[in-house]
C-alpha cells in the first residue's frame, strides 16, 4: 500500500429525472468486461448481473449514496475495514463493485476480495491506465446500443404481430407471433381459466398450473388489476386481461423478461382484444333493443345486462386531437363502445374558447365489468367513478364529473373516485396478493425508504434521519419509486393505497 494522502469524498451523483426519457436496458457486466481497451479483471462473483449505471465514491461508508443496482468504483482512499464495507455496499443493492489499483493500493487487498466472494458480490479489478470516466462512459455507449436494439426488437415485433392479425386465422397467428418474438409460450385462458388457444414450446406441469393460478388473480373483479407477473421453475410469467368483454386472459411464460417484452405484449393484448370481441353488428343490435326499451319507459337495470355484465364503472374525459374518431379511439382503448361525444356533461366546467372544434367538451363512458382498469391515455384528462349497479349510475356520473375536475385542477391525466373503507373491501388474503403485485417493481432498500417516507408524511428530512440516508439519497429514490411504480406520489390516493399495500404486504 502506498503512503498516498485521503482526498475528500466526491460528491454525490446529481438526482436522476423520473420525466426524462426511461433509461436504457441494463447492461451486464460481462459486457464490460470483454471490452479489451478497459483491461478489467473479475477476481470474484458472476459476470452475468445487470448494471444500471456507474457511480464513483471514496466514502468509508457508501451506502447513504446508492440507489441499487450499480457498478460502485472506488480507489479505496477510505477503505479500513473491508468486510464491513462490501456489506454496506451489498445492503445497498449495488450490482459490482469495481476497485482502481494505484494510487492508494498496488494491488486488490485479499480481504476485500474475500469479503466480495463471501457476499456474492462481484468485485473488478481496474488497472492503472483505465480511469473510471472511461469505465461509466463504456457503459453509457453498451446501454445506447442496447436500447436501441430493444426499440428495434419492439418495432418489428409489432409489425411481426400485425401481420399475423391479417391472417386467415388471426388468433392463432397472433399467439404464435408472440411465442415466437418473446422465445416462449403464449396462451388465451377463456373466462372459466381453460386454455382456448396456445403457440410455442411446451412448459413444465407446474409451470402451467402456476401461470393458471395467475390468471386467476386478474379474475372478473371490478377495479381489479389488469395485469400481473410471477415466476416458477426458471419461467417468467404475466397475465393480462383482454378487453373484448368476454373474460378471456393472455397467459404468457418465458425464459427471460426483456424491457420491451411488456410493450409487445401489450400490442398482442389490443389486437387480441379485438380479433376475440363479439360481431359489431349483433353488439349495435343488442345495444339498440336496450334503448328503446330505456325510452320507452324501462327502468335501468332491466336493460343494464342486454348492454353488458355490471357493476359499471362511469369515465368523464377532454382532450383529444379535436379529429371525429377522436371519442371512438378512446372508447376502442378503454374496451367499451358505450361512449357518448356530446357537451354539457359537467355544468360547473369552465367554457372554453378558441379550441379545435369538440376538444373542450366532456367526452362520458360507460365499461363494463369485463373492460380493463382505466389507464391515462396519451392527449386525454380522465375522470373515474367507482364501479356502480345499473340504479347507481346517475351518483358515478357525478363522482366521475368530479374526478376529472381534480384531475384538470392537478394538472393529471387521470384521477379517480376512491370510496372511503378501502381496506374493508377486499379480504387480508386478497389485498396481499394485490399488494405484491402492486409493490413487485420495488426493491427492499426502496420499499422501505417508501414506508419510512410515507409514514412520516413525505417530510424528507425527517426520512434521511430516519433511515440513515442522505437527504438528496432519499429524493432520489422516492422518484425511483414513483417511476417503477407509474404513480403519482404528490396524490393523497395514491399515497393511501401504497401504505395500505405496504400494511398488507408486511402482514
Keep these: 500500500m502506498t503512503s498516498t494522502p485521503p482526498t475528500l469524498p466526491s460528491p454525490p451523483s446529481p438526482p436522476w429525472d423520473p420525466a426524462s426519457t426511461p433509461p436504457a436496458p441494463p447492461v451486464p457486466l460481462s459486457a464490460l468486461l470483454a471490452r479489451r481497451d478497459l483491461g478489467l479483471r473479475l477476481l470474484t462473483g458472476a459476470e452475468d448481473v445487470p448494471l444500471h449505471w456507474v457511480h464513483t465514491s471514496e466514502m468509508a461508508d457508501p451506502y447513504p449514496y446508492l440507489l441499487g443496482g450499480e457498478l460502485l468504483m472506488t480507489a479505496g482512499v477510505l477503505l479500513t475495514d473491508p468486510a464491513h464495507y462490501v456489506a454496506r455496499v451489498v445492503e445497498a443493492g449495488a450490482a459490482a463493485l469495481g476497485f482502481g489499483v494505484t494510487p492508494v493500493y498496488d494491488t486488490v487487498p485479499a480481504e476485500l476480495v474475500e469479503a ?42 409489432q409489425q411481426s404481430l400485425a401481420t399475423a392479425a391479417a391472417r386467415p386465422a388471426p388468433v392463432p397467428a397472433v399467439l404464435g407471433a408472440l411465442a415466437s418474438r418473446l422465445g416462449g409460450r403464449a396462451v388465451l385462458f377463456g373466462a372459466d381459466g381453460t386454455e382456448s388457444a396456445a403457440a410455442g414450446r411446451a412448459v413444465p406441469a407446474d409451470a402451467a398450473r402456476a401461470l393458471r393460478e395467475l390468471v386467476g388473480v386478474l379474475g372478473p373483479r371490478p377495479g381489479g388489476p389488469a395485469s400481473a407477473s410471477g415466476d416458477c421453475g426458471g419461467l417468467r410469467l404475466a397475465a393480462y386481461a383482454l378487453g373484448g368483454g368476454d373474460g378471456l386472459t393472455l397467459g404468457v411464460a418465458t425464459e427471460r423478461r426483456d424491457p420491451g417484452d411488456h410493450t409487445i405484449a401489450g400490442v398482442a393484448v389490443v389486437l387480441l382484444s379485438l380479433l376475440t370481441a363479439p360481431h359489431r353488428g349483433a ?43 377522436a371519442a371512438a379511439a378512446l372508447a376502442a382503448a378503454l374496451g367499451t363502445p358505450l361512449v357518448d361525444a356530446g357537451a354539457g356533461a359537467d355544468p360547473q366546467a369552465a367554457p372554453r374558447t378558441g379550441a379545435a372544434p369538440g376538444a373542450g367538451e366532456t367526452v362520458r363512458l360507460l365499461l363494463p365489468a369485463s373492460a380493463p382498469d382505466p389507464a391515462p391515455q396519451a392527449g386525454w384528462t380522465l375522470g373515474v367513478a367507482a364501479p356502480a349497479g345499473a340504479r347507481d349510475l346517475a351518483a358515478a356520473d357525478t363522482e366521475a364529473a368530479r374526478a376529472l375536475r381534480r384531475a384538470e385542477a392537478s394538472r393529471t391525466p387521470l384521477a379517480r373516485h376512491r370510496p372511503a373503507g378501502f381496506a374493508g373491501l377486499v379480504d387480508p388474503a386478497e389485498a396481499a396478493a394485490y399488494a405484491r403485485t402492486l409493490l413487485a417493481p420495488l426493491a427492499e432498500p426502496l420499499t422501505e425508504t417508501l414506508r419510512v417516507w410515507l409514514s412520516l408524511h413525505g417530510s424528507w428530512d425527517r426520512t434521511a434521519v430516519a433511515t440513515g ?10 422518484a425511483r419509486c414513483a417511476a417503477l411504480l407509474d404513480r403519482d406520489l404528490d396524490d393523497p390516493d395514491v399515497r393511501m393505497e401504497l401504505w395500505f399495500a405496504l400494511g398488507s404486504a408486511s402482514g
Excluded: S, Y
Excluded at 134 to 151: G, K
Excluded at 297 to 308: F, I, Q, S
Excluded at 469 to 478: A, G, K, Y
Design 116 to 157: 466480495c466472494a463471501r457476499h456474492g458480490l462481484p468485485l473488478v479489478e481496474v488497472p492503472p491506465k483505465t480511469p473510471f470516466t472511461a469505465v461509466a462512459r463504456a457503459l453509457w455507449r453498451l446501454m445506447a446500443e442496447a436500447r436501441l436494439h430493444e426499440l428495434r426488437r419492439v418495432t418489428e415485433a
Design 283 to 325: 353488439d349495435v343490435t343488442v345495444r339498440d333493443g336496450a334503448l328503446v326499451r330505456l325510452l320507452l319507459g324501462a327502468a335501468p337495470e332491466e336493460v343494464a345486462d342486454a348492454l353488458g355484465a355490471g357493476p359499471w364503472t362511469v369515465v368523464h374525459a377532454r382532450g383529444g386531437d379535436g379529429t371525429p374518431f
Design 469 to 478: 440516508l442522505h437527504r438528496n439519497t432519499v429524493r432520489q429514490r422516492i
